[in-house]
């Protein structure tokens, strides 16, 4: 099969919309407010010769399916089984945006962890060790500033080590 289906989640405005444009050079609304996608957006883009489907899930803060976000998100992943989650975090915000990370990673399946924002964590005198975080979670960990296109050559080099 050369199509490869990815889902991107992530509390809201962690930056999604964000690395979703990037990847697929879609140009869907990046919103700043909470709950700004309410429904998943699709797009695509190639990687070494394989067609990637992207799907951009709602903004949510858990997959306990309380909230019309949490039941897409969390029934895409369930019953869609990408082959790849791509969790995005403001790493300005760790603690929050980990709870998501976590409840994916007990679904079972693969999952790349992005720290987006990771300048403004800087700023913020906060320093994340990268390669301790992946440890932890037994997942690959990509520092990005997605606004300013820093990190997506090594989330690309990830994605294909993971779909191979």
Same mark, same amino acid.
């Given at each position: 099969?050369?199509?490869?289906?990815?889902?991107?989640? +992530?509390?809201?405005?962690?930056?999604?919309?964000?690395?979703?444009?990037?990847? $697929? *050079?879609?140009?869907?609304?990046?919103? =700043?407010?909470? @709950?700004?996608?309410?429904?998943?957006?699709? @797009?695509?883009?190639?990687?070494?010769?394989? $067609?990637?489907?992207?799907?951009?899930?709602?903004? $949510?803060?858990?997959?306990?399916?309380?909230?019309? #976000?949490?039941?897409?998100?969390?029934?895409?992943?369930?019953?869609?089984?990408?082959?790849?989650?791509?969790?995005?975090? &403001?790493?300005?915000? %760790?603690?929050?945006?980990?709870? %998501? $990370?976590?409840?994916?990673?007990?679904?079972?399946?693969?999952?790349?962890?992005?720290? =987006?924002?990771? &300048?403004?964590?800087?700023?913020?005198?906060?320093?994340?060790?990268?390669?301790?975080?992946?440890?932890?979670?037994?997942?690959?960990?990509?520092?990005?500033?997605?606004?300013? +296109? #820093? @990190?997506?050559? /090594?989330?690309? #080099?990830?994605?294909? *080590?993971?779909? /191979?």
């Amino acid at each position: 099969m050369n199509t490869i289906l990815i889902a991107l989640a +992530g509390n809201p405005n962690a930056g999604k919309s964000t690395i979703f444009n990037a990847l $697929t *050079g879609e140009n869907q609304h990046v919103g =700043n407010w909470p @709950g700004k996608t309410i429904a998943k957006k699709e @797009g695509t883009w190639q990687l070494n010769g394989r $067609t990637i489907t992207l799907v951009d899930l709602p903004g $949510t803060y858990s997959l306990a399916a309380h909230s019309p #976000e949490e039941v897409i998100a969390r029934d895409f992943i369930l019953q869609e089984r990408p082959s790849l989650v791509i969790t995005v975090l &403001d790493a300005a915000n %760790l603690e929050r945006n980990l709870y %998501l $990370t976590v409840q994916v990673l007990e679904l079972g399946v693969p999952v790349v962890v992005v720290l =987006n924002m990771a &300048d403004i964590a800087t700023e913020r005198g906060m320093t994340i060790d990268v390669d301790r975080l992946s440890q932890r979670l037994h997942a690959p960990v990509v520092r990005m500033v997605a606004s300013r +296109g #820093e @990190g997506f050559d /090594r989330l690309q #080099e990830i994605i294909q *080590g993971m779909i /191979r």
